[in-house]
Every structure is written in structure tokens, then in C-alpha cells.
């Protein structure tokens, strides 16, 4: 039962223009989501959060959106630049507070020059 | 500053060999623990998380176990390891204390099983 899901495996952004990630999940009690970006062979960093009582959070040239009747939530780049290749994994964490923090499957960002 | 050491970097073990993976956090106390395997498909599924020494919580039954002999140290074992059990191991901590604080992952262990 996948409760979060990236339903893109890849992607492909000319360089420069807005990179749009996208993460959907099945449990209204999630109160917490996150990005993380993964390069090869390395553990994942995190890029940006955003609680459930917002709709919006912005880092720099991240932006996440969170719709949560759509239970959908959206990771913007812009603009999108080479080192923005990497794998983004989506994640979500309960409401429950039992400390389980439950990714999506991740989407390949390709940023063609 | 707080660091995570997860070793090895990579594994090449025979079915039915034993299996012992280590991670151990630096530079803060009583975190929360966590491994993660990424396999081919399956994005980041989690295995085993802990939120003190001696606690663990199984997401996945299978073949692996986890210890928390200490608490900064969590350990992943398998007695008799299988194909399936082949990827990309990665261990995790973040603060049981601050809410919502996010994961920090090591680098990771490839372990390929033949």
C-alpha cells in the first residue's frame, strides 16, 4: 500500500526553466511533508519542508505547494541549474507522532543544458 | 556539529552469509534512529526505526533485524541473507526532541547479494 506516491519516475527540464515535482498520498492524517534530493550513491539531503496548516513554503529557488483536498503536494525549481539532477524523493510524516517518515519512490530530474 | 557514519560503503556477500550493517551518530543525544533500503522500483522503504536504546519498530517483515545496543549506534543483521535482500542501505537520524525535525541519512552500504 503505497501511501505516498510520485507517479513521474522522470523528468527532463531545459535548463534555466521551472521544474515542476510532483507527490500525491492517500492518508489525511499526514501532517508533515517533505523533499529530499539524492544524488548517485549518496543518502538523501533535505531540501524543504512544509506543514500541513500551510499551503506554501519558500526556500530560495525551492518552492513547495500543498493542496490538501487534492491530498497533492509540488516542488518548484526555478530556475532549474545542472547540479538540480539528482533523484527527489517526497516524504510525509503522521500525525500520531510515532516517528515514521514515509517517502514516495522518487522521480529522476534530468536539467538538459 | 552532529555527523552520521554508516560503513561499509559496499558488501558483496554470498546467499545464506550473515549480514551485519553499523551506523553510529556524533554529536547529539537520544535521536532517533532509522534504516532505509532503496531498491530497484521501490523508492525509499523503511525497515526498522527507534526512538530509544533497546526500542526497536519493524516496518517489514523479513529476514533482517535491527539492534540499538547503544544510543547512538543501530545495527542492521541478517542470520541467512537472500538475493532479494540486495540494494542500497541507508541509515538515518533526527531529533526525537524537536518536532518534526527532519532525516539526516549517511552515505550508505550497496550490498549485493549472489
Known amino acids: 500500500d503505497q501511501q505516498v506516491k510520485q507517479n513521474s519516475p522522470s523528468l527532463s527540464v531545459q535548463e534555466g526553466r521551472i521544474s515542476i515535482l510532483n507527490c500525491d498520498y492517500t492518508?489525511?492524517?499526514?501532517?508533515?511533508f517533505l523533499w529530499y534530493k539524492k544524488y548517485p550513491a549518496e543518502g538523501p539531503t533535505f531540501l524543504i519542508s512544509i506543514s500541513s496548516i500551510k499551503d506554501k513554503n519558500e526556500d530560495g529557488r525551492f518552492t513547495v505547494f500543498l493542496n490538501k483536498s487534492a491530498k497533492h503536494l509540488s516542488l518548484h525549481i526555478v530556475p532549474s541549474q545542472p547540479g538540480d539532477s539528482a533523484v527527489y524523493f517526497c516524504?510525509?510524516?503522521?500525525?500520531?507522532?510515532?516517528?515514521?517518515?514515509?517517502f514516495g519512490k522518487g522521480t529522476r530530474l534530468h536539467i538538459l543544458p | 556539529s552532529q555527523t552520521i557514519h554508516q560503513w561499509p560503503a559496499t558488501l558483496v556477500q554470498p546467499v545464506g552469509s550473515p549480514l551485519s550493517l553499523e551506523c553510529t551518530v556524533e554529536g547529539t543525544s537520544n535521536p532517533n534512529l532509522y534504516w532505509y533500503r532503496q531498491a530497484a522500483g521501490r523508492g525509499l522503504q523503511l525497515l526498522f526505526y527507534s526512538v530509544g536504546i533497546g526500542q526497536i519498530s519493524s516496518e517489514v517483515p523479513q529476514n533482517l533485524s535491527a539492534s540499538r545496543p547503544q544510543d547512538r549506534q543501530f545495527i542492521l543483521s541478517s542470520k541467512k541473507l537472500l538475493l532479494s535482500d540486495s540494494g542500497f542501505y541507508l541509515c538515518?537520524?533526527?531529533?526525537?526532541?524537536?518536532?518534526?525535525?527532519?532525516?539526516?541519512f549517511g552515505n550508505g552500504t550497496r550490498l549485493t547479494v549472489t
Open positions: 492518508n489525511s492524517m499526514f501532517d508533515y
Open positions: 516524504a510525509a510524516t503522521l500525525v500520531n507522532r510515532d516517528d515514521k517518515i514515509i
Open positions: 538515518a537520524w533526527n531529533s526525537g526532541v524537536v518536532y518534526n525535525s527532519p532525516l539526516h
